[in-house]
């Protein structure tokens, strides 16, 4: 991944030294989504919950506000937002996640939309949030500057994304246990961005004031993820994940054990009394438009 630590450790998710085709690798999690949708909603959905609360309040969402929750999937942060009082509008690049999140949240306006190409004009929300869409855009300064432009004067956007794995063992330990494995990437697997790219606070930060945004912070949420154990988060991750996903499914026999095999291991390090307990970290940047 780019430079040294902390990406350079994790190369097994990453595709630095490969020519990204942005449009192909938008199309592989355009596709993927689309394909997973209810199975990441039944198997995944929960990790990122405890991030919602902080995002909306970076993002100033309250009462009255006019709310754009981009990469909405199955639309749970529009449907805190919306709690909060606020008039939210739910966009996802995949039909199928559209199609979940109005099953779910009837009362909710949600539609497809690409994240490089909104479907409003200039400056018709107060706040714009997206919760780990970062990861998945193969033009992260583009998608950026859209959400930008969809921000009225003094609105405010906010992102997450993952932390180093490291720091965050819920994703930490399939990264880790693919690049034990010595797994390479698969046939079918587009190079990608690194996936790590935005867990430094300053490139992050460059994210947003790229996008013209003013008075940008970064800060650190952690909290702790609960699973039965390592089978329950081996089989959420093979069903509802996409790229890290997708780059256990395309593996030969031989290698998908050895991945497992190390899998088991790193979960079952943090194993308390009836079940495993994983902490989490997750970036979020934040900032306003002049």
């Not at 993952?162 to 063992?169: H, S």
């Not at 947003?208 to 003013?214: D, H, I, N, S």
């Not at 899998?263 to 009836?274: P, Q, S």
């Amino acid at each position: 991944m780019r430079g040294a630590a902390p990406y350079g450790q994790h190369a097994a998710m990453s595709t630095a030294d490969e020519a990204v085709d942005a449009d192909a690798f938008n199309r592989f999690e355009a596709a993927g989504w689309e394909a997973r949708a209810e199975r990441y909603h039944r198997h995944l959905g929960a990790m990122t919950a405890p991030v919602i609360g902080p995002l909306l309040d970076a993002a100033g969402v309250a009462p009255g506000r006019r709310v754009l929750d981009v990469a909405t999937g199955p639309g749970y942060a529009a449907a805190a937002a919306a709690v909060r009082g606020a008039s939210v509008v739910g966009v996802d690049v995949a039909a199928a996640m559209v199609a979940l999140a109005r099953r779910l949240r009837p009362e909710l306006e949600f539609r497809q939309a690409d994240a490089e190409r909104l479907p409003f004009g200039d400056g018709e929300f107060d706040a714009v949030v997206a919760n780990f869409l970062v990861p998945h855009l193969g033009r992260p300064e583009r998608a950026a500057a859209e959400l930008a432009r969809v921000l009225a004067p003094g609105g405010r956007l906010a992102l997450s994304t993952w932390d180093v794995p490291a720091r965050g063992r819920l994703v930490g330990v399939l990264v880790d246990a693919v690049r034990q494995a010595g797994a390479s990437p698969p046939a079918g697997l587009p190079p990608g961005p690194p996936l790590f790219r935005f867990a430094d606070d300053a490139e992050f930060a460059r994210l947003l004031a790229g996008a013209g945004l003013e008075e940008v912070e970064v800060r650190t949420v952690t909290y702790r993820h609960r699973v039965a154990g390592a089978e329950q988060l081996w089989e959420g991750y093979l069903r509802g994940a996409v790229r890290i996903g997708a780059m256990v499914r395309g593996q030969p026999e031989p290698v998908r054990a050895r991945i497992r095999a190390a899998f088991d291991r790193l979960v079952n390090e943090h194993a308390t009394a009836g079940g495993v307990e994983l902490p989490v970290s997750v970036k979020l940047a934040a900032g306003r438009k002049p």
